[in-house]
């Protein structure tokens, strides 16, 4: 076999190169998706929510997750409220599935089969239902059912981590607001008229119900930030930039980042793109803290720390000089921690 001329093989290298860049292009698309998130490995609901710009207590209400807000590879998240029926809207749907077979969406099928025999989808009065197999999760129902499995958890009133059972039958829609009425009359309890009477009946005493006290007893705002490190500030924050959403502070490699305030570690590792060795630290109901581009992390995941308390060593990214990028959040969103921290 001749071996391929030169202009041969620069073409050939030039198509593996376009091939390796859409295939990673394809991959980055898969892995993000505003609208829902698959865990993996090493994400907490903190990470995820810092990741998306989202107040980490709205994904858990809408995931139906509780404290300590637990969660495992493989779990799929939604990323927006739902319906009060717990349905979403078309455009808000978390993900669209096609079928490798006919290239149509999965959740549309159904309408589409309902158009060509003309027999509804859900007949009146009997729910779709499904039955769990062996081997079954939630996340895989709701995908081959084209639904959400946070629509398939409240619709079949299922808590996180959501253990199904072989055998047992979820349904598949919404349940409906009123019961039958064979229904009703059939639980109707067999009422004994002659034990009431007005001599048998006691005044009942109303004792008024004292309010729930809150999960967590988590100040509100910070009382005092302090800086991470010593240094000078060369990048500021700016709202309107995705790449400045903290600020960068130089420093010498190996040198000590502190906790800017009093909290707890709610993330250490490195997992999310563009932070490298990253740690987050919750100091209040609304505002968190991150410490990126470190060289060493010296906390982990549910440690409490005091201010000032050594949590890293400053790193930075491999183009830059030492540095520290530090950011504060408040209720989810990016704020300028210049506004928080002192005056220099």
Known sequence: MPWPSKTQAVYLLCTLLVLSILSGCVNLSDRWDMQAYTVSRGDTLYSIAWRYEKDFRELAEWNDIQPPYSIYPGQRLVMQPANKDGTTTQEDRPQILLDSTTGESIAEAPARAQQTTGRPDQPS???????????????????????????????????????????????????STS???????????????????????????????????????????????????????????????????GIRI?????????????????????????????????????????????????????????????????????SNSPQLHFEIRRNGKPVNPLHYLPKS
């Open 179 to 245: 019961a039958p009425a064979t229904l009703s009359q059939s639980r109707t309890p067999v009422v004994n008229t002659q034990a009431i009477s007005p001599a048998n009946i006691k005044p009942v005493k109303i004792i008024p119900v004292k309010p729930a006290a809150p999960a967590e007893n988590l100040p509100t705002r910070v009382s005092k930030w302090y800086w991470p490190v010593s240094g000078r500030v060369v990048k500021t924050f700016k709202s309107n930039d995705t790449s400045r959403k």
């Open 250 to 318: 130089s420093g010498k490699k190996g040198q000590t980042v502190k906790a800017a305030a009093a909290g707890s570690v709610v993330y250490s590792g490195n997992g999310l793109i563009n932070y490298g060795n990253l740690v987050i630290i919750k100091h209040s109901h609304s505002f968190l803290s991150a410490y990126a581009y470190n060289s060493q992390l010296l906390v982990k995941e549910g440690e409490s720390v005091k201010p000032g308390q050594a949590i890293a060593r400053i790193g930075g990214p491999a």
């Open 125 to 175: 009065g009997t729910p779709r239902q499904v039955v769990v197999k062996k081997n079954d999760t939630l996340y895989s129902i709701s995908r081959t059912q084209g639904l959400t499995h946070h629509q398939l958890a409240r619709w079949n009133h299922l808590r996180s981590p959501y253990v199904l059972k072989p055998g047992q039958v979820l349904r598949l829609s919404p349940p």
